[in-house]
């Protein structure tokens, strides 16, 4: 089985933010921690033309994306 779960990290340890109810106490697990992208963490927060987003999509130099 496998499900995503978000989570918060504190004191060491990993919390998740909903339920798992799935998953019985004491359960042993295995975890593939991701962390966020620069573009899913600045999402809503840059706002940008269309178009300028679009020339840079298109762009040969788009390394800047590549975070």
Partial sequence: MSITV???YE????K??????S?????RVL?????KSVVDQLRGLVKI???VAQEIV???DNSV???
């Avoid at 004191?11 to 990993?14: E, F, I, N, Q, Y």
């Avoid at 998953?23 to 359960?27: L, T």
């Avoid at 975890?31 to 962390?35: A, D, K, Y």
């Fill in 16 to 21: 998740p933010l909903a339920p798992l109810p």
């Fill in 23 to 27: 998953i019985r106490e004491h359960e």
């Fill in 65 to 67: 994306l590549d975070c």
């Fill in 58 to 60: 298109e762009s040969a």
């Fill in 11 to 14: 004191s060491g340890v990993l």
């Fill in 6 to 8: 978000e989570a918060i």
């Fill in 31 to 35: 975890i593939t921690v991701e962390t």
């Fill in 49 to 51: 033309d269309s178009t």
